[in-house]
């Protein structure tokens, strides 16, 4: 068993490698549809994707424009020039033999992003480069025989490269949610990370501390999940770290991921470049850019997660109600209209309610329509500052507003409907309050409150608020008891 006592005495280093579906309405280099979700196996595939002779490719230039705006939001400069190259391997997802990428000449160079931790810190991870390339077909395996499906075969890519600047789980976990997220924001991709628009290979290396070189690495080939990439991570330096202990060798090699099982497992040595016999391809021109081109389309990419977290400072909201809000971009468009236009108070209510609500709570649809936006969420807000609602109300009608039946309803109307609306007329809760002080049952809290201890005045503002079925401002009837004893 490897302790925490042993793991200390080893340092971890991590380069993931990202594989970014773009959001394109046909493939790279052919006019076959990009979206194969759902779709069945085999249905959306072009001759020009599988090489057949006398097929020509075309490149998506469309393609061309989601990448530079990736640059942009890894921080990093557009070549004016890029090149396409044939990369050379035999398997049964990839009908032509070689895959068209850009070894030599990438479209994008090198950059940064910083990460936020859970802690409120960044990490920053180098970006090595990103090129465009082809993506393959996918294979999936039934115990002693596999099936192929060529759908992906030919769909546009990116490959993110970030240099070895992680040494930790936790950090390979930022890394990619971070990365997830400006790749979505700046419309480079669909983002799912179910149907692959997303991959990640953890490229995982140990040595003991202080060593002046890294260990050799191991690849964990496809991982399609934040929480993957961090337990893979963790079980790739345990493992390593034991082998190391008993003084074997670790191997360069490709592994693959079990979910159920949480564990890797070997899959094939490691190839180096020159067993791919990388060559340039003669079929594509090489990619020519001016300077006016590139800022053209950088200048249409929308606010980044990085932008909105400097916008929000003022709010001074927890990191993690922040990161919550950043999950979703339409949230995020919403309330930073919320943000430009209205007082820190009645913002800061906005976010808490979308990053304490869940997934399910929500229909985010409703949120990019504008069916939720800032209209009825500045209403909700200024009925609460106003004491025209409780805080447990306000989440009542938060999370109706989502409801098919009061989807379009304003929230003053849902809250008549459900009965919620505080009663905040002084005389009326003022009755009140002398009733319950009156009630021999409050005798002895109020003595209570006499003798210096002031927790048992909530026994007397519930009593107030039972008596008034829920609708009595508590914070304006807790003032009139103080008043009287």
Same mark, same amino acid.
């Given at each position: 068993?490897?302790?925490?006592?042993?793991?200390?005495?080893?340092?971890?280093?991590?380069?993931?490698?990202?594989?970014?579906?773009?959001?394109?309405?046909?493939?790279?280099?052919?006019?076959?549809?990009?979206?194969?979700?759902?779709?069945?196996?085999?249905?959306?595939?072009?001759?020009?994707?599988?090489?057949?002779?006398?097929?020509?490719?075309?490149?998506?230039?469309?393609?061309?424009?989601?990448?530079?705006?990736?640059?942009?939001?890894?921080?990093?400069?557009?070549?004016?020039?890029?090149?396409?190259?044939?990369?050379?391997?035999?398997?049964?997802?990839?009908?032509?033999?070689?895959?068209?990428?850009?070894?030599?000449?990438?479209?994008?160079?090198?950059?940064?992003?910083?990460?936020?931790?859970?802690?409120?810190?960044?990490?920053?991870?180098?970006?090595?480069?990103?090129?465009?390339?082809?993506?393959?077909?996918?294979?999936?395996?039934?115990?002693?025989?596999?099936?192929?499906?060529?759908?992906?075969?030919?769909?546009?890519?990116?490959?993110?490269?970030?240099?070895?600047?992680?040494?930790?789980?936790?950090?390979?976990?930022?890394?990619?949610?971070?990365?997830?997220?400006?790749?979505?924001?700046?419309?480079?991709?669909?983002?799912?990370?179910?149907?692959?628009?997303?991959?990640?290979?953890?490229?995982?290396?140990?040595?003991?501390?202080?060593?002046?070189?890294?260990?050799?690495?191991?690849?964990?080939?496809?991982?399609?999940?934040?929480?993957?990439?961090?337990?893979?991570?963790?079980?790739?330096?345990?493992?390593?770290?034991?082998?190391?202990?008993?003084?074997?060798?670790?191997?360069?090699?490709?592994?693959?991921?079990?979910?159920?099982?949480?564990?890797?497992?070997?899959?094939?040595?490691?190839?180096?470049?020159?067993?791919?016999?990388?060559?340039?391809?003669?079929?594509?021109?090489?990619?020519?850019?001016?300077?006016?081109?590139?800022?053209?389309?950088?200048?249409?990419?929308?606010?980044?997660?990085?932008?909105?977290?400097?916008?929000?400072?003022?709010?001074?909201?927890?990191?993690?109600?922040?990161?919550?809000?950043?999950?979703?971009?339409?949230?995020?468009?919403?309330?930073?209209?919320?943000?430009?236009?209205?007082?820190?108070?009645?913002?800061?209510?906005?976010?808490?309610?979308?990053?304490?609500?869940?997934?399910?709570?929500?229909?985010?649809?409703?949120?990019?329509? $504008?069916?939720? $936006?800032?209209?009825?969420?500045?209403?909700?807000?200024?009925?609460?500052?106003?004491?025209?609602?409780?805080?447990?109300?306000?989440?009542?009608?938060?999370?109706?507003?989502?409801?098919?039946?009061?989807?379009?309803?304003?929230?003053?109307?849902?809250?008549?409907?459900?009965?919620?609306?505080?009663?905040?007329?002084?005389?009326?809760?003022?009755?009140?309050?002398?009733?319950?002080?009156?009630?021999?049952?409050?005798?002895?809290?109020?003595?209570?409150?006499?003798?210096?201890?002031?927790?048992?005045?909530?026994?007397?503002?519930?009593?107030?608020?039972?008596?008034?079925?829920?609708?009595?401002?508590?914070?304006?009837?807790?003032?009139?008891?103080?008043?009287?004893?």
């Amino acid at each position: 068993m490897v302790t925490d006592e042993i793991l200390n005495k080893y340092d971890m280093t991590i380069g993931i490698e990202c594989h970014v579906q773009l959001a394109t309405a046909t493939k790279l280099f052919s006019g076959a549809d990009n979206d194969a979700r759902d779709k069945s196996p085999n249905s959306v595939v072009s001759p020009i994707d599988f090489g057949l002779p006398g097929m020509l490719p075309v490149l998506n230039r469309e393609a061309v424009n989601l990448a530079i705006k990736a640059g942009k939001a890894l921080n990093a400069p557009i070549a004016r020039v890029s090149r396409f190259d044939r990369k050379h391997y035999f398997y049964p997802d990839l009908p032509k033999g070689y895959q068209t990428t850009q070894m030599y000449n990438p479209i994008i160079l090198a950059g940064y992003i910083d990460a936020p931790l859970e802690d409120g810190t960044n990490v920053r991870v180098r970006i090595h480069h990103a090129h465009m390339e082809e993506d393959a077909g996918k294979l999936t395996h039934y115990g002693d025989y596999s099936l192929v499906d060529l759908n992906r075969a030919g769909t546009p890519l990116i490959e993110i490269v970030s240099d070895p600047d992680i040494h930790s789980a936790a950090q390979a976990k930022a890394y990619a949610t971070e990365l997830h997220h400006l790749m979505t924001y700046a419309g480079v991709t669909r983002g799912d990370l179910y149907h692959g628009n997303m991959r990640f290979d953890v490229n995982v290396s140990v040595a003991p501390k202080g060593a002046n070189e890294l260990g050799t690495r191991a690849e964990v080939k496809n991982l399609n999940s934040f929480r993957s990439v961090e337990k893979a991570a963790e079980y790739e330096f345990r493992r390593q770290v034991a082998m190391l202990e008993k003084g074997e060798k670790v191997v360069q090699e490709t592994r693959g991921w079990d979910d159920a099982k949480q564990t890797t497992s070997s899959q094939r040595s490691k190839e180096d470049a020159q067993d791919y016999r990388y060559m340039p391809d003669a079929d594509i021109p090489p990619i020519i850019l001016t300077d006016q081109e590139i800022a053209d389309i950088q200048e249409t990419v929308p606010i980044l997660p990085p932008e909105y977290r400097e916008k929000w400072q003022a709010l001074q909201l927890d990191s993690s109600v922040v990161n919550t809000v950043l999950n979703n971009a339409p949230v995020a468009v919403t309330l930073e209209a919320i943000n430009d236009r209205y007082d820190a108070e009645v913002t800061k209510r906005v976010f808490n309610w979308f990053s304490s609500a869940s997934a399910d709570d929500m229909n985010i649809t409703a949120v990019e329509s $504008g069916l939720v $936006g800032p209209r009825r969420l500045v209403e909700l807000s200024q009925m609460v500052g106003d004491n025209k609602l409780s805080s447990t109300g306000a989440k009542e009608i938060f999370l109706a507003l989502f409801n098919e039946d009061s989807i379009g309803k304003m929230p003053e109307d849902i809250a008549r409907e459900k009965n919620l609306l505080q009663v905040s007329d002084e005389g009326a809760i003022a009755a009140i309050v002398d009733e319950v002080l009156a009630d021999p049952t409050s005798a002895k809290a109020i003595e209570d409150i006499k003798n210096g201890n002031d927790k048992v005045i909530g026994f007397l503002v519930g009593q107030v608020m039972k008596k008034s079925q829920g609708k009595a401002n508590p914070a304006l009837a807790q003032k009139l008891i103080r008043e009287r004893i």
